[in-house]
Each structure stands twice: as C-alpha cells, then as structure tokens.
C-alpha cells in the first residue's frame, strides 16, 4: 500500500488549502481512510476521517466546521479542504488507512495505518 499526500504550502492566517492523498495498492473503495498532522515537538494529532463510501465523516474538535474530508473512489483520491487556516494548524499532514472497520470513531493514530509521506502546511499570522 502507498500513500502519497500533496497540496500543501505557506498560506496566510484565514486562507484556504485543499490537500489530497493518492492511494495505491489496495482496493480503495473498501477502506475508511483517515488525515493526521504533526508539529514539531508534539504528538500526532487526529484531524478526521471518512467512510469508505464517502458517506460519513468525523473530525478532531481543534479542526471542526473549519475541515472537510472528501473522497473520489474512482481516483483513489481522499481530500482535506482546509478553511479558516490558523497559525496553530501549521503541521505535516498525513492520510491513513483505517485498519478495520470496528475501529470506526476512534482517533487513536495505532489503529491506522500505510502511512504515507506527508505534507507540509505553514500557516502565517
């Protein structure tokens, strides 16, 4: 499996970016997948995640009705619209596969996986 993230820049404080992760390797439509970020110096950080049909979603609370995940199974494609960017969402974004499906709901990083390389967002004040 291969994941592979890009879209990501240096944008001024209340601008917008659109992330995109490309997956390969696996039957896309059937996985749940999910984005994190990482700064320097701290954990990494749940942002949200997507139902294998696109269907549902859910987010971190420090990203809520600022983020949208969406997915297009026939690019093997998931997206991350960022919106009302702030300093603090400044990070290295990741996407990742949900391992199972029982796990739907979680925010725990141990239960996804084929991390991909991520992407850089600089959000300047």
């Known amino acids: 499996v291969q994941l592979q993230a890009s879209g990501g820049g240096l944008v001024q404080a209340g601008g917008s970016l659109r992330l995109s992760c490309a997956a390969s390797?696996?039957?896309?439509?059937?996985?749940?997948m999910g984005w994190f970020r990482q700064s320097p110096g701290k954990e990494r950080e749940f942002v949200g995640a997507?139902?294998?049909?696109?269907?549902?979603?859910y987010y971190g609370d420090s990203v809520k009705g600022r983020f949208t995940i969406s997915r297009d199974n026939a690019r093997n494609t998931v997206n991350l619209q960022m919106n009302s960017l702030k300093p603090e969402d400044t990070a290295v974004y990741y996407c990742a596969v949900l391992n199972s499906l029982a796990a739907w709901g979680t925010q725990a990083s141990a239960d996804f996986g084929s991390w991909g390389q991520g992407t850089e967002v600089t959000v300047s004040s």
């Open positions: 390797g696996l039957t896309f439509s059937n996985h749940a």
């Open positions: 997507i139902s294998w049909s696109g269907f549902r979603t």
